[in-house]
């Protein structure tokens, strides 16, 4: 079992930046591949980024591209999401996730693929 506790969220302006993370105990979080997803308000959980177990440039929505980056530090077992030139409709709970697996094989993974999951921390960008 993995446990996962996000922070970072929180109110910004428009085409501010916030940095979430995620940090895990539990298991060895090298051994996961990681991912955030969100949830804006009245809608599903969608996929924002994942990341293999190694790191690299990870995968991205394309609502996302060139403005979050994906990244992890397996020797202080964190996830962590950049995101910058934040606009309103970025406004959701942001949540972390682990696969069982070391390596993401889908590029657009959904939520099912995902077993252990944060409580997650909520995003405002206001206009």
């Known amino acids: 079992q993995v446990q996962l506790v996000e922070s970072g969220g929180g109110l910004v302006q428009a085409g501010g930046s916030l940095r979430l993370s995620c940090t895990a105990s539990g298991r060895t979080f090298s051994n996961y591949a990681m991912g955030w997803f969100r949830q804006p308000p009245g809608k599903e959980r969608e996929f924002v980024a994942a990341?293999?177990?190694?790191?690299?440039?990870?995968y991205y929505a394309d609502f996302v591209k060139g403005r979050f980056t994906i990244s992890r530090d397996n020797a202080k077992s964190t996830l962590y999401l950049q995101m910058n030139s934040l606009k309103p409709e970025d406004t959701a709970v942001y949540y972390c996730?682990?696969?069982?697996?070391?390596?993401?094989?889908?590029?657009?993974?959904?939520?099912?693929?995902?077993?252990?999951w944060g409580q997650g921390t909520q995003v405002t960008v206001s206009s």
């Open positions: 990341i293999s177990w190694y790191g690299g440039s990870g």
């Open positions: 996730a682990g696969q069982g697996a070391r390596y993401i094989e889908n590029t657009r993974p959904s939520p099912h693929e995902f077993a252990y």
